[in-house]
C-alpha cells in the first residue's frame, strides 16, 4: 500500500504559470523528498526536506512541510513545457532508507 | 558505468513464462533497491540489499518472485510463472551509503508485459 496520497492527480497549465501540488502521508518520517518522471523514465530527485525543516528552496523549486498534518507541498515556478512530468513524494520511514511514494501529480505545460 | 543500468528495457512474456530483470547499479554502491510501479501508480517497494544482503524482502507480492545479488553488485529480479498482475514497470535505485534515506539514483526501468 502506499504511504500518502497527492492532490491534484493532474495539473494542466501554461507555460510561466506556477504549479502547486500536496502530498499528505499517514506516519512519522525520517525526511520528505520530491521526485520528477517523464513518461517511460525514471525517477529523477529533485529535492529534500528533513523532519526537522519547515521549508526549502531550489532553483524555481520551493517546498514546504507540516508535519503537524503530515503534509508537503511543492511549487514550481514560471513553469516551462520541459516540466511536463510526473510528480512523486516520497517519504523514509525506516533504517533502512526505503521509500514509500504517493500516486503522484500528473503536470502538463502547454507553451 | 555512470548511471544504473537495467536491462532488458521492454519485456514482453506470455503468462505462466519465467522472466529475470537485471540491475547494474553505480560501481560501489552499497544500497539497492527494488521497486514496482503499476500504470498510473507510484513506486512501490519490493527489496532491498546491503551489498549481497537481502535485508528486507518484506514487499515481494508472493514467492514467485525472487531477487539476488550474489557478489554485491548486479542484482536480478526473478517472477517465475508469470501473471497479467505482475505487468508493470520495475524500477531499480542505488546508493552510495546505507540507510540515510537520500544520494538514490533510479535506473529506467523494465516494462513487463505478460499477455
Known amino acids: 500500500s502506499q504511504q500518502g496520497e497527492e492532490d491534484p492527480q493532474a495539473l494542466s497549465i501554461q507555460e510561466g504559470e506556477n504549479a502547486t501540488m500536496n502530498c499528505s502521508y499517514k506516519?512519522?518520517?525520517?525526511?520528505l523528498q520530491w521526485y520528477r518522471q517523464n513518461s517511460g523514465r525514471g525517477l529523477v530527485h529533485l529535492i529534500l526536506i528533513r523532519s526537522n525543516e519547515r521549508e526549502k528552496h531550489s532553483g524555481r523549486l520551493r517546498v514546504t512541510l507540516d508535519t503537524s498534518k503530515k503534509s508537503s507541498s511543492l511549487l514550481i515556478t514560471a513553469s516551462r513545457a520541459a516540466d511536463t512530468a510526473s510528480y512523486f513524494c516520497a517519504t523514509v520511514t525506516d533504517s533502512w532508507g526505503k521509500f514509500q511514494f504517493g500516486a503522484g501529480t500528473q503536470v502538463v505545460v502547454t507553451p | 558505468g555512470a548511471g544504473v543500468s537495467q536491462s532488458p528495457r521492454y519485456k514482453v512474456a506470455k503468462r505462466g513464462q519465467d522472466v529475470a530483470l537485471r540491475c547494474d547499479p553505480i560501481?560501489?554502491?552499497?544500497?539497492l533497491f527494488w521497486y514496482q510501479q503499476a500504470l498510473g501508480q507510484g513506486p512501490e517497494f519490493l527489496t532491498y540489499f546491503q551489498n549481497e544482503a537481502q535485508l528486507d524482502k518484506s514487499g515481494l507480492p508472493s514467492d514467485r518472485f525472487f531477487a539476488e545479488r550474489p557478489e554485491g553488485s548486479v542484482s536480478t529480479l526473478k517472477i517465475q510463472r508469470t501473471q497479467q498482475e505482475d505487468s508493470a514497470v520495475y524500477l531499480c535505485?542505488?546508493?552510495?551509503?546505507?540507510?540515510?534515506?537520500?544520494?538514490?539514483?533510479f535506473g529506467s526501468g523494465t516494462r513487463l508485459t505478460v499477455v
Open positions: 535505485a542505488s546508493s552510495l551509503v546505507s540507510g540515510v534515506g537520500y544520494g538514490y539514483t
Open positions: 560501481s560501489g554502491h552499497v544500497s
Open positions: 506516519t512519522s518520517i525520517n525526511n
